[in-house]
């Protein structure tokens, strides 16, 4: 089925006529079951921007979930959907199935312990080579926010977000439990307070030297496992996404732990 078209743009201050906002909100929706989807493939956002009726009002909930698309590629989102514009394209511009793909494996290998604050760490895979390791939090796998635990396993759609004071471009996951809201990252970052439920990259791992006390970056954090060389490693996947086109790109966490 093709795309329906706006004949005007949506969103704040725009003129917001009632068939395309119910074309936008049919756009912004989605539900476990696919109900109210459009037929033409996966959506960039799975059931996390908008979830109130299709009635074509535009209201506070419709301008919020637009602003939500729009940070990964703006600095300053303004609520506004045009045709044919960048935000309309990528809304409505279906993602590749997970076949068609390129793969980025993320292979957890250590439990984390949250009693005794340690992370969980792993490795990544593309390309056929494990091209670096991964530091994220603790267990249990959640789908909650706001825990500071490891999401759950499974495929993640991927995409750029801005982050931080500079604004620096890093990827962002999602899928249907882990929606854009949570905005998990992948960014740079060496312990495991670096992250909140992030994960973390880096080209070396680090563990404790018992006749030292200190790690294998000769910093006296007694107990914490770590990465190393994080911006190096980031350097590489971002020029790996960069050169595939990141939304052509799924991430996907296996866990097989280590006795």
Known sequence: MTVERLTAPVGLGAPNLVEDVKIVQKWLQCTENGNNL???GELWYEGSLYTNPVNGICDAAVIQAIKEIQKSFMNNPDGVISPGGKTWQELTNPRPSYYDSAIIQVVRKKQG???ENVPTMGELWFSGTRQMYTLECSGP???SPNLRRRILPGVYNLDWYHYGRQNEKVPILTNKKVPYSRKILIHIGNYHENTEGCLLVGRTIGGID???GRD???????GKNTVGDSRGAFIVLKQFLQEKGIRRVKLEIIERYQS
């Open 216 to 222: 294998n970056f000769g910093l006296p954090r007694t």
């Open 113 to 115: 312990s949250p009693t």
């Open 38 to 40: 459009p037929a033409t």
């Open 210 to 212: 018992r006749r030292t």
């Open 141 to 143: 796998s959640t789908e």
